[in-house]
């Protein structure tokens, strides 16, 4: 690590913290030629995920992507945008968890739905409708009733 002041490529760690989000270190660091003091962050470089779309095509994954579908399906729904960040996080780790590094989109999709359901059930519905590209009433419907039917088995339970 060079000096950013003289370029001295010695220097001693002062402090050493885990940053908030556990992804990276902070560390103070000395120059041992000049004495000037600077920080660094150490971070873990992210594995590339692709996606494969439906027509097999694959594409970068793109974590504002997937945010910005569920912002869209959270609209005007009383969920903080901490929750629907947390949301993102965790099917994001969900998804870098996994053997392969190459997704299909429908796993992401449901994996989002998911979620979804767990969080507001008029969201997973909007998003619901999106990725399953409802074609009718008929098929909406049964959608609705499927996630009635699976509320009241939870609350007879």
Do not use: H
């Not at 913290?17 to 560390?27: A, C, G, I, N, P």
């Not at 008029?122 to 699976?150: H, N, Q, T």
Request: hydrophobic share 35%; net charge positive.
């Amino acid at each position: 690590m060079k000096c950013p002041y003289c370029a001295y490529n010695e220097n001693q760690v002062l402090d050493s913290r885990d940053s908030e989000d556990l992804f990276s270190v902070r560390r103070r660091r000395e120059c041992l030629n000049c004495g000037k003091r600077f920080t660094t962050y150490e971070r873990i470089e992210a594995i590339d995920l692709f996606v494969i779309k439906k027509d097999g095509r694959r594409e970068q994954f793109d974590r504002n992507k997937l945010l910005t579908g569920i912002k869209k399906a959270c609209e005007k729904r009383p969920i903080s945008m901490d929750t629907i960040e947390e949301t993102v996080e965790e099917i994001e780790q969900n998804l870098r968890k996994r053997e392969t590094t190459e997704i299909p989109s429908k796993v992401i999709g449901e994996i989002v739905m998911r979620r979804l359901r767990a969080v507001d059930k008029v969201a997973y519905i909007r998003f619901a409708s999106v990725y399953r590209a409802f074609e009718d009433v008929v098929s909406f419907e049964k959608e609705v009733k499927s996630l009635l039917k699976s509320e009241k088995t939870i609350s007879s339970a």
